[in-house]
């Protein structure tokens, strides 16, 4: 189990009743979590840089519509994430069958094939996604000293050894297992309370 895992088991990020109101704040958090996950899953499944844009917006504004609208998750027919899983499938799909129909180059890019699924790895993006939430949260929040955040990132996402890193920030190498520690615990209780704002769907 990779320490992304162990931090961060998969969880959905509703936010559904903020959202409600267009000019919520929860908006940009949202933006922030879900954009890059359907970025990244655009270009997993082909999409050049400007495809990739294209589908997240049409996601975003989609579901944007969608809110105005009084928008509902039907949970008989699945999760939230599932929802938008399907959404940004679709749109991955809309943006292949215009290239198609439109003979566009494939600008050197390996595109699979409409059976290749291209949210497969939604879980393991959305994961990577909440960990870099939770580590601006905290770079942000004056609850960590910027050597010590370098020394996290370092040893516990770099997979720098603890020696590497003690000759390189002049820290003694036992205190380096100390920062992982507390760092962790922090970005639990970071991720904590993201669960409470956005809850579970």
Request: aromatic share 8%; with cysteine; charged share 30%.
């Amino acid at each position: 189990m990779s320490a992304q895992e162990a931090l961060f088991p998969p969880t959905s990020l509703t936010m559904i009743d903020a959202l409600a109101d267009p000019s919520s704040p929860r908006w940009e958090q949202f933006a922030r979590i879900y954009g890059p996950i359907v970025f990244t899953l655009a270009r997993r499944a082909g999409l050049n840089e400007q495809e990739s844009e294209e589908v997240v917006a049409a996601v975003m504004s989609g579901f944007a519509q969608r809110m105005r609208s009084e928008f509902q998750v039907d949970y008989s027919r699945g999760s939230f994430r599932s929802y938008l899983r399907t959404v940004t499938r679709n749109e991955i799909g809309n943006v292949r069958k215009r290239r198609r129909r439109a003979g566009a180059p494939l600008d050197g890019v390996d595109v699979p094939s409409d059976a290749d699924d291209p949210v497969l790895h939604w879980s393991d993006v959305e994961r990577r996604e909440r960990l870099a939430e939770c580590l601006r949260r905290l770079r942000h929040s004056g609850e960590i000293s910027p050597r010590d955040f370098e020394a996290f990132e370092m040893f516990a996402l770099r997979d720098m050894s603890a020696a590497e890193v003690a000759a390189e920030l002049g820290i003694p190498a036992k205190r380096i297992y100390s920062i992982k520690h507390e760092t962790i615990r922090r970005l639990q209780a970071i991720n904590r309370q993201i669960e409470n704002e956005f809850g579970e769907a």
